[in-house]
């Protein structure tokens, strides 16, 4: 079983576009696939089709220690959820101690899939911190528009002082180009620059700039759902063949 955080302290990079695209790509390919959202703001829960605030209960009340994980999974079509809610941000503030620890401990018997994916919040918190104590690697989704080391240098030094401090096996493997525009001059030099700095993490598929992939959500579809003939499908289909390479 591989468990993968998705994870950039950066908002709107497409973590989460990555995950629910990634994850129903690994599902037509044949794969047994969990997606966890720990994101307060719930966005994979959304875009899989799921109200979040019409939900009783969340991965939160798994990590309270309040319900076996199997009381909350949704089963999407044989994709399976363990949803976020809104309340999720409130685990910050929760006495407990070793925290970080929750989702590890909670799901500590997992073991019926061949890829659990977890969305992660734009921050390195507490939600963050579970989700690579209990992950084996790191995916960063890398908006190629900009120029965002500095960010993507907080992430390192988080996933560093995870290795140490919480989950030795923790390594960032895979750097996600996202929203590529082979137009913009600025696009190609953070490949090249990413290519230089971090060598050999940057997947080879590039995932172009797609309007569809930005629409799915509102339906609660993924890309293959709603446009199986966009390139924001082509890309994700693409991209996690080189996963199952890279991941064999
Ligand atoms: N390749 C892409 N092309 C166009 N829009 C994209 C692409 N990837 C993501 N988006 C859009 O950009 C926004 C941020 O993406 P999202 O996946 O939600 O980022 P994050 O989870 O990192 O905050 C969303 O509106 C999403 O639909
Ligand atoms: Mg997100």
Redesign the pocket.
Known sequence: MKIIAIS?N?????????TVNIAAALQILGKKVLVIDM?HQA?STYHLGVQSNKLKRSIYDVLKGELPYGDIMIDRNGMHLLPASPDLKGLEFLPIPAKEFLLRDALADLDDYDYTLI?CP?SLGVLTLNALTFAQEIYV?LQVQFLPFHGMYNLFEAAEMVKKRLNKSIEITGIIA???NANKTINREVLEETKKRLPGKLFETL?????S??EA?SWGKTIFEYKPDSS?AIDYMELTKEILVRSA
Do not use: A, F
């Not at 995932?207 to 309007?211: A, H, K, T």
């Open positions: 950039n950066k908002g709107g990079v497409g973590k989460t576009t990555s994101d966005q969305d734009p989704p996202t929203m590529y995932i172009r700039e797609n309007v992939l930005q959500p924001g």
